[in-house]
């Protein structure tokens, strides 16, 4: 099966500074590639995700990059405010033409901290 | 619309004894799943249901059984509670995912589950 790597488990920026965490995964049938973001004492929430035709994705301050030979993804967070402080988790997935996969393998998490 | 509720939001069980996790989606969403988090070990899958009437195996499906009850409905229960089983449990709705989309998964609060 599909195995998640994370890393760091905790990082600590100061605000306006950039955030990066990075996943690898270890199917190289994965095909899409979601990040969500958990807050203290809520469910995740997703924030932003890429399928592997695709090499990177921006969305405001958020953007992820995937190297598909490398298997490996990025999250990049730019201009940190406090509110960007929570727990984030990557996540991999095959999407099949033929049917569906429901299985959505995660990482265990990064905390990071944004420091005013 | 109160999107993914999870019902209770804090449980204390003694081993052997018995509950049941209720979650509901107001979204109309064919897709639930049942995962627990642990600390450090980020979210695991427990059980999922494709659509109304079919259930399947996660990755820790032991100790656990559920019942899709409708559309709206899927509950989450342990026979014989164990320490192991302390953890928070998260519920998650979607539609079918695949490669024309589907695939974010909107998440309840969760429930802090401990057992003595």
């Known amino acids: 099966g599909e195995n998640v790597e994370q890393h760091p488990s905790t990082l600590s920026v100061q605000e306006g500074d950039s955030a990066v965490i990075k996943c690898t995964y270890s199917?190289?049938?994965?095909?899409?590639f979601p990040w969500y973001k958990q807050e203290l004492g809520k469910g995740p929430q997703l924030i932003i995700d890429?399928?592997?035709?695709?090499g990177e994705k921006k969305d405001q301050r958020i953007a992820v990059t995937l190297n598909k030979t490398a298997k490996h993804f990025s999250l990049h967070i730019t201009e940190t405010q406090p509110e960007d402080s929570a727990v984030y988790f990557c996540?991999?997935?095959?999407?099949?033409?033929?049917?569906?996969?429901?299985?959505?393998?995660f990482g265990k998490g990064t905390l990071l901290t944004v420091n005013p | 619309n109160a999107g993914v509720t999870q019902t209770p939001k804090f449980q204390v069980l003694k081993t052997g004894q018995s509950m049941t996790l209720q979650c509901a989606q107001d979204?109309?969403?064919?897709?639930m799943y049942w995962y627990r988090q642990d600390p450090g070990m980020g979210l695991r899958l427990i059980y999922y249901?494709?659509?109304?009437?079919?259930?399947d195996k996660g990755e820790v499906p032991n100790g656990y059984n559920v019942s899709r009850l409708n559309k709206r409905e899927f509950s989450l229960r342990l026979e014989s509670a164990a320490p192991s089983q302390t953890s928070v449990y998260f519920c998650?709705?979607?539609?079918?995912?695949?490669?024309?989309?589907?695939?974010?998964?909107?998440f309840g609060p969760g429930t802090r589950l401990t057992v003595l």
């Open positions: 998650a709705s979607s539609e079918v995912p695949g490669i024309a989309g589907g695939n974010e998964q909107f």
């Open positions: 199917d190289s049938a994965s095909n899409y």
């Open positions: 890429i399928r592997s035709n695709v």
């Open positions: 996540a991999a997935r095959s999407l099949n033409s033929g049917g569906s996969n429901y299985k959505l393998t």
């Open positions: 979204m109309n969403h064919n897709s």
């Open positions: 249901s494709a659509s109304e009437g079919t259930t």
